[in-house]
């Protein structure tokens, strides 16, 4: 009940084209969504997070869309850009409880220029 | 640059053997958090410390044990290494002990790279 599904795991979109990776969970008491991007030889670094008691998040070319019924949740990317390319995770979490944050599997998007 | 100070960042071992891998929390940050990374399975949380004790518990092998020091700095124990052990092992540090929307943010390292020969 703990996991979170990510897909696709691969991703390869042209540049100025939009990027889209998906999110499952199953856990109802999870109520803290973010994503986490991770260049090459770093650590994951939180890119953007959401609430689940809002449809969608905005943050320039970021966006989180967030459907609570079907518990899922999706990371957009527009205008992607050959700089985006990194791995992706999105990650689940119950607010105020000792639990860590559950990662998906991620994705590894490339940009082509 | 993160702030979470990880050593060292890689490591070649033989099967049978132990190591030890340091991280060195953000300043301030009271939780330690060391998390895995295989090339198949994301990242695994293995366990976490708040100021000096044990919090969580995650998929932790018994092999395994940590620790976190008075001066917030976390070891992570890895014993009779194994070829599967080999992976990315990651520390991150917050603030706080539990973490809600506003104050969930994990500051990660950079990562140990461990390889088990």
């Known amino acids: 009940q703990q996991q979170v599904k990510q897909s696709p795991q691969s991703l390869i979109v042209q540049k100025g084209g939009i990027s889209i990776i998906n999110c499952a969970y199953e856990n109802t008491a999870f109520d803290y969504f973010p994503w986490y991007q991770q260049f090459p030889g770093k650590g994951p670094a939180l890119l953007i997070a959401?609430?689940?008691?809002?449809s969608e998040k905005k943050e320039g070319r970021f966006t989180i869309s967030f459907n609570k019924s079907a518990k899922q949740f999706s990371l957009h990317i527009m205008d992607s850009q050959p700089g985006d390319s990194a791995t992706y995770f999105c990650?689940?979490?119950?607010?105020?409880?000792?639990?860590?944050?559950?990662f998906g599997s991620g994705t590894q998007l490339t940009v082509l220029p | 640059d993160s702030g979470v100070t990880q050593t060292p960042k890689h490591l070649i071992t033989a099967t049978g053997q132990r190591v030890t891998l340091r991280c060195s929390p953000r300043?301030?940050?009271?939780?330690v958090y060391w998390y895995q990374q295989s090339l198949d399975q994301g990242l695994q949380f293995l366990i976490q410390?708040?100021?000096?004790?044990?919090?969580a518990k995650g998929n932790i092998l018994e092999r395994f044990s940590a620790q976190q020091f008075p001066d917030l700095h976390s070891e992570l124990n890895l014993s009779s290494l194994e070829l599967g052990d080999s992976a990315l092992y990651f520390c991150a540090s917050s603030p706080y002990e539990t973490g809600s929307y506003n104050t969930g943010e994990l500051f990660f390292g950079e990562g140990s790279r461990l390889t088990v020969l």
């Open positions: 959401i609430r689940p008691d809002v």
């Open positions: 410390y708040y100021n000096g004790e044990e919090r």
């Open positions: 990650a689940a979490r119950v607010s105020g409880s000792a639990r860590q944050l559950t």
């Open positions: 300043s301030g940050d009271l939780s």
